[in-house]
């Protein structure tokens, strides 16, 4: 069935460094992916999509690229913040419902 | 437009009662999904509804239920509740297949 594997946290980091979050997915044939960020207390916002291969998905300085070759739609960011410290799920939509499978989520804190 | 609007934020509940938690989407979205968050199992899929029917179900047992009605509002029902039914209980909207889900900010349910 479909799923998602996502790289684990947590993820410290200092302000202003590169981020990375690993994201890999099983799916037949070639689902939407997503991803998702969750501030405490809060449900999910989300961050940016990708809906076939080769597609960039960006939003706030983050960007996801499809890669179909390798399964992948790792999280990238150029710059961190303080306020980008939130819990981060990648997902893919199921190709036939609305059926969202989501990874496990990875923490990402920023220290000033 | 307005988002999606989960009542009430919070409820606690003593075993073996029943609960009923509410879902508003955002106008024009027909389908309605729900997800269950914990922090062992991350999130699951309950089920999803369009158009008032039941599309497709989570591996959950039968005391998990929901409805939607013919104005997409949806309600999700948890009968003889258990402690480990203790969650975050979100549900998204989506306006068709393979797009993005909108969520709304959750209803936490603690079980006593």
């Known amino acids: 069935g479909d799923s998602v594997t996502q790289m684990e946290g947590p993820v410290t980091l200092s302000e202003e460094a590169f981020l990375t979050i690993n994201c890999t997915y099983t799916a037949t044939g070639y689902p939407s992916l997503f991803w998702y960020v969750q501030y405490p207390g809060e449900g999910l916002q989300l961050l940016l999509k990708a809906t076939k291969a080769d597609d960039k998905g960006s939003n706030k300085g983050f960007e996801a690229t499809y890669r179909k070759e390798t399964t992948s739609f790792h999280l990238e960011k150029g710059s961190v913040q303080v306020s980008d410290s939130a819990v981060y799920f990648c997902?893919?939509?199921?190709?036939?419902?609305?059926?969202?499978?989501f990874g496990t989520g990875t923490s990402l804190t920023v220290i000033p | 437009k307005a988002g999606v609007t989960q009542t009430p934020r919070y409820l606690i509940k003593t075993r073996g009662q029943q609960v009923t938690l509410s879902c508003s989407p955002i106008s024009g979205h027909r389908s309605v999904s729900w997800y269950q968050q914990t922090p062992g199992q991350g999130l699951q899929f309950l089920f999803e509804?369009?158009?008032?029917?039941?599309?497709n179900k989570g591996n959950f047992p039968g005391r998990f239920s929901g409805r939607q009605f013919s104005n997409s509002r949806s309600e999700m029902n948890v009968s003889t509740l258990e402690l480990g039914d203790s969650a975050l209980y979100l549900c998204?909207?989506?306006?068709?297949?393979?797009?993005?889900?909108?969520f709304g900010q959750g209803t936490r349910l603690t079980v006593v």
């Open positions: 998204a909207s989506s306006p068709r297949e393979r797009t993005e889900a909108f």
């Open positions: 509804y369009f158009s008032e029917t039941q599309r």
């Open positions: 997902a893919l939509s199921d190709l036939n419902s609305n059926q969202f499978y």
